[in-house]
């Protein structure tokens, strides 16, 4: 194996350090050694925050106590508490959060557009919509809730999808249908609320602000076999979707598939963002912040999939220890963090796109 070291620009002109790695066998690949130091960052940070979030709580555990008990080596109770009790929530964490940020790097390329996230095209909204209709209509269990939450997004998805095909896929057509479809749906949400009885609006409200709270390995296994087969099939898309960026013509060219691309990585974006939801509720905010904060990071052209679904499990651990254990005795649902997170990243976002002139 042989690697040769080359040096590239990126779109800011800053100089990035690339290095060509040829195989003995032909097969030749280049390597960001930047977006990989971040890739490998980012996976400590989302590692250090499960540690940290597992020996958090009423029973805390020093960070070395966690360790050796994941190993195997703890005492019987403190096997309980991190494998039943507390294990199950920080993998839910990981999982949605890299779910939502694999989910928002798609839309995000496909749509063009840094705003073009699940939380601003309704598909959320969509899930929640689902869940509400089993919670306030049926009365449905915890399984059938997430069912609904999967059914409502997937369907979200085809008819916003529909609606803004229009010989091809345009991505400010994409945003501006998203945008109007999650406007109803939230009125719909809202509807739903307002004919439940109290028992069920509580419910549906606890379940519309997201959190992590009880989650078991009930919820971990579904969402790891989800994640575990929709999260390879898009990162090895990853290449047509960064030609895709430079438009159709371009892309159709270079020889990609592009409307047979975009519906397999549009159907793979809302499945994930489907069943996280289904999962943990609507953590807002997510899907919109990790790509463009992997993007800023990485100085890297293209959706940043890997980097984006690492920040995306690291600033949901991160939120979900800020709501344990930055306000004292009062634990917050960890969607509200991120909803204020979020909401001052927004801004930023669209002062910094308003400055440089492309809104």
């Not at 290095?19 to 960052?41: C, E, H, K, Q, Y």
């Not at 909204?125 to 209709?133: D, N, S």
């Not at 989650?215 to 790891?224: G, K, S």
Request: glycine content about 14%; hydrophobic content about 55%; aromatic content about 6%.
């Amino acid at each position: 194996m042989k690697a040769v070291k080359t040096r590239t620009k990126d779109g800011t002109g800053a100089v990035r350090s690339v290095r060509a790695v040829r195989t003995a066998g032909g097969l030749s690949f280049r390597v960001d050694v930047r977006a990989l130091v971040v890739i490998v960052v980012l996976a400590a940070v989302a590692a250090g925050a499960g540690i940290v979030l597992i020996g958090s709580g009423d029973y805390a555990m020093t960070p070395g106590e966690v360790v050796s008990t994941l190993f195997g080596h703890g005492t019987f109770q403190q096997e309980f508490i991190v494998t039943d009790l507390r294990l199950p929530r920080v993998l839910v964490g990981l999982l949605v959060g890299a779910a939502l940020g694999v989910g928002g790097a798609v839309f995000q390329t496909i749509s063009r557009n840094p705003l073009g996230s699940p939380d601003v095209l309704g598909f959320g909204q969509g899930a929640t919509v689902g869940a509400l209709t089993v919670i306030v209509l049926f009365e449905g269990g915890a399984a059938a809730v997430a069912g609904g939450a999967v059914v409502g997004g997937l369907v979200t998805g085809i008819v916003v999808y529909l609606l803004a095909w229009k010989r091809g896929m345009h991505g400010y057509r994409l945003v501006l249908v998203g945008i109007g479809s999650a406007a109803m749906l939230t009125a719909v949400a809202q509807y739903l609320i307002t004919k439940a009885n109290l028992v069920d609006a509580t419910r549906a409200v606890v379940w519309m602000t997201g959190s992590l709270d009880g989650r078991d390995w009930a919820q971990v296994w579904p969402l790891l076999a989800v994640c575990g087969l929709l999260i390879p099939l898009v990162l090895g898309h990853g290449r047509a979707l960064r030609v895709m960026e430079m438009g159709d013509d371009a892309a159709y060219a270079l020889g990609v598939r592009v409307e047979r691309t975009r519906l397999v990585l549009i159907g793979c974006a809302v499945m994930l963002v489907a069943v996280a939801t289904a999962a943990a509720g609507p953590i807002t905010f997510v899907s919109l912040s990790a790509p463009q904060l992997a993007r800023r990071l990485t100085r890297s052209p293209g959706p940043n999939l890997a980097p984006a679904a690492l920040m995306g499990a690291a600033l949901l651990l991160v939120a979900d220890w800020i709501a344990m254990d930055a306000f004292g005795d009062r634990q917050l649902p960890v969607g509200v963090v991120t909803g204020v997170l979020g909401g001052c990243y927004l801004l930023w976002l669209l002062v910094s796109e308003r400055r440089a002139g492309r809104i």
